[in-house]
């Protein structure tokens, strides 16, 4: 089955900071078909990026995505306040549709 | 305004069965495939199934394969789906979310509902 890792499993900042985070997939992601959520607490996961590096409607610029193949990334270049939450990465090329297991990202 | 609202959760006993509804809004509802993926209590995202817009072709995990059954009512502007067998490791709170054609496979969600809250135990 196809399986997506999240590392690390908690990033520890400050608001202003810089966050980088990983998402390594088992096998390669069909059309780079690769999608990264933020649910913040007690809130629906919403979409950020879509195709790897395709910002969703409404997504501000601190936020982008690269990779390809096995190895994508999501950026966050300035943390604000409501960024202190949960990012899950997604494939959607090939089936069953898989999640990583999440990288909760908290103030320091 | 995209609007999902899921309705149906409740508790219920192991082998019960229980049909949860995602009333849609703000687009058009037969051009857009749809899912259900769920949470359960202190986890991660895991996908249950989707429709295509047709509702003619539909996909499930391995996990709920056989006791699930995915559907819609274009008519309606609602999405279903019928649990039955239910088990402990089904508890979850249960996400209907849009998709971003009318094909049901390769997609991603988005937007989502608020969710509703499936307890399954005895």
């Known amino acids: 089955e196809f399986v997506l890792t999240q590392s690390p499993g908690t990033l520890s900042l400050s608001p202003g900071e810089r966050a980088t985070l990983s998402c390594r997939a088992s096998?390669?992601?069909?059309?780079?078909?690769l999608a990264w959520y933020r649910q913040k607490v007690g809130q629906a996961p919403r979409l950020l990026i879509y195709?790897?590096?395709s910002r969703a409607t409404g997504i501000p610029d601190r936020f982008s995505g690269s990779g390809s193949g096995t190895d994508f990334t999501l950026t966050i270049s300035r943390l604000e306040p409501e960024d202190f939450a949960v990012y899950y990465c997604?494939?959607?090329?090939?089936?069953?549709?898989?999640f990583g297991g999440g990288t909760k990202v908290e103030i320091k | 305004e995209v609007q999902l609202v899921e309705s149906g959760g409740d508790l219920v006993q192991p082998g019960g069965s229980l049909r949860l509804s995602c009333a849609a809004s703000?687009?058009?509802?037969?051009?857009?495939?749809m899912a259900w993926v769920r949470q359960a209590p202190g986890k991660g995202l895991e996908w249950v199934s989707s429709?295509?817009?047709?509702?003619?072709?539909?996909y499930y995990a391995d996990s709920v394969k056989g006791r699930f059954t995915i559907s819609r009512d274009n008519s309606e502007n609602t999405l279903y789906v019928q649990m039955n067998s239910l088990r402990v490791e089904d508890t979850a709170l249960y996400y209907c979310?849009?998709?971003?054609?009318?094909?049901?496979?390769?997609?991603?969600?988005?937007?989502w509902g608020q969710g509703t809250l499936v307890t399954v135990s005895s």
């Open positions: 979310a849009k998709g971003q054609t009318t094909s049901a496979g390769s997609i991603r969600f988005d937007p």
């Open positions: 703000g687009f058009t509802f037969n051009s857009y495939a």
């Open positions: 429709i295509s817009g047709s509702g003619g072709t539909t």
């Open positions: 096998q390669s992601v069909s059309n780079n078909f």
């Open positions: 195709a790897a590096s």
């Open positions: 997604q494939q959607y090329g090939s089936s069953p549709l898989t």
